[in-house]
Protein backbone atom coordinates (compact mmCIF):
# COMPACT_ATOMS: atom_id res chain seq x y z
CA UNK A 1 0.00 0.00 0.00
CA UNK A 2 1.52 3.54 -1.28
CA UNK A 3 0.13 6.54 0.26
CA UNK A 4 -3.57 4.84 0.53
CA UNK A 5 -3.03 2.72 -2.96
CA UNK A 6 -3.11 -0.40 -3.82
CA UNK A 7 -0.25 -1.53 -5.67
CA UNK A 8 0.69 -4.60 -7.37
CA UNK A 9 4.37 -5.73 -8.54
CA UNK A 10 5.06 -7.02 -11.71
CA UNK A 11 8.67 -8.43 -12.09
CA UNK A 12 8.75 -8.57 -16.15
CA UNK A 13 6.45 -7.14 -18.77
CA UNK A 14 4.38 -10.84 -19.66
CA UNK A 15 3.47 -10.76 -15.66
CA UNK A 16 2.24 -7.26 -16.24
CA UNK A 17 -0.23 -8.00 -19.33
CA UNK A 18 -1.29 -10.86 -17.61
CA UNK A 19 -2.79 -8.91 -14.44
CA UNK A 20 -4.13 -6.36 -16.36
CA UNK A 21 -6.17 -9.24 -18.36
CA UNK A 22 -7.48 -10.30 -14.84
CA UNK A 23 -7.94 -7.24 -12.73
CA UNK A 24 -8.66 -3.58 -13.80
CA UNK A 25 -6.24 -0.61 -12.14
CA UNK A 26 -6.36 2.95 -11.94
CA UNK A 27 -2.48 3.73 -13.14
CA UNK A 28 0.27 1.65 -14.49
CA UNK A 29 3.78 2.69 -13.83
CA UNK A 30 5.86 0.69 -16.32
CA UNK A 31 9.71 0.74 -16.79
CA UNK A 32 11.14 1.07 -20.67
CA UNK A 33 13.65 -2.82 -19.74
CA UNK A 34 11.95 -5.29 -18.66
CA UNK A 35 13.79 -9.21 -18.26
CA UNK A 36 11.08 -10.81 -20.93
CA UNK A 37 9.65 -7.29 -23.32
CA UNK A 38 11.08 -4.34 -23.88
CA UNK A 39 8.88 -2.20 -21.92
CA UNK A 40 7.04 -0.10 -25.02
CA UNK A 41 5.72 -3.90 -26.60
CA UNK A 42 4.04 -4.10 -22.67
CA UNK A 43 2.67 -0.30 -23.17
CA UNK A 44 1.03 -1.25 -26.26
CA UNK A 45 -0.44 -4.67 -24.93
CA UNK A 46 -1.96 -2.75 -22.32
CA UNK A 47 -3.22 -0.25 -24.10
CA UNK A 48 -5.06 -2.95 -26.26
CA UNK A 49 -6.59 -4.54 -23.20
CA UNK A 50 -7.72 -1.18 -21.88
CA UNK A 51 -6.91 2.25 -23.48
CA UNK A 52 -8.39 4.27 -20.87
CA UNK A 53 -5.30 3.02 -18.14
CA UNK A 54 -3.14 5.88 -17.79
CA UNK A 55 0.68 4.27 -18.11
CA UNK A 56 3.21 6.56 -16.74
CA UNK A 57 6.88 5.08 -18.36
CA UNK A 58 9.64 5.24 -16.03
CA UNK A 59 13.13 4.55 -17.13
CA UNK A 60 16.85 5.17 -16.38
CA UNK A 61 17.89 4.56 -20.01
CA UNK A 62 15.11 6.29 -22.18
CA UNK A 63 16.11 8.03 -24.66
CA UNK A 64 13.96 11.27 -27.07
CA UNK A 65 13.27 8.45 -29.76
CA UNK A 66 11.93 6.16 -26.93
CA UNK A 67 10.09 9.18 -25.33
CA UNK A 68 7.95 9.99 -28.30
CA UNK A 69 7.21 6.08 -29.74
CA UNK A 70 5.80 5.99 -25.85
CA UNK A 71 3.53 8.91 -26.43
CA UNK A 72 2.85 7.69 -29.62
CA UNK A 73 1.50 4.48 -28.16
CA UNK A 74 -0.40 6.09 -25.63
CA UNK A 75 1.62 6.71 -22.56
CA UNK A 76 0.30 9.58 -19.84
CA UNK A 77 3.64 10.59 -19.14
CA UNK A 78 7.36 10.02 -19.88
CA UNK A 79 9.73 10.12 -16.45
CA UNK A 80 13.64 9.50 -16.32
CA UNK A 81 15.13 7.55 -12.82
CA UNK A 82 15.86 7.78 -10.13
CA UNK A 83 11.64 8.65 -9.65
CA UNK A 84 11.11 12.05 -8.01
CA UNK A 85 8.20 11.73 -5.95
CA UNK A 86 7.87 15.71 -6.37
CA UNK A 87 7.94 15.29 -9.86
CA UNK A 88 5.26 12.29 -9.70
CA UNK A 89 2.76 14.09 -7.61
CA UNK A 90 1.08 16.57 -9.21
CA UNK A 91 0.99 13.85 -12.27
CA UNK A 92 -1.00 11.79 -9.94
CA UNK A 93 -3.12 14.92 -8.70
CA UNK A 94 -4.07 15.96 -12.48
CA UNK A 95 -4.89 11.85 -13.47
CA UNK A 96 -7.48 12.29 -10.06
CA UNK A 97 -8.85 15.37 -10.92
CA UNK A 98 -9.46 13.92 -14.59
CA UNK A 99 -10.97 10.78 -12.97
CA UNK A 100 -13.42 12.55 -10.74
Known amino acids: NLRGCDCEVCYNGQDAIDIIQ ?19 DVLAGIKEINAKIP ?3 VTAHGTEKDRQLCIQLGAYAFMHK ?13 LRELSE
Do not use: A, H, S
Open 55 to 57: VII
Open 82 to 94: PLNIEELTPILKK
Open 22 to 40: EKTFDLVLLDLRLPDIYGT
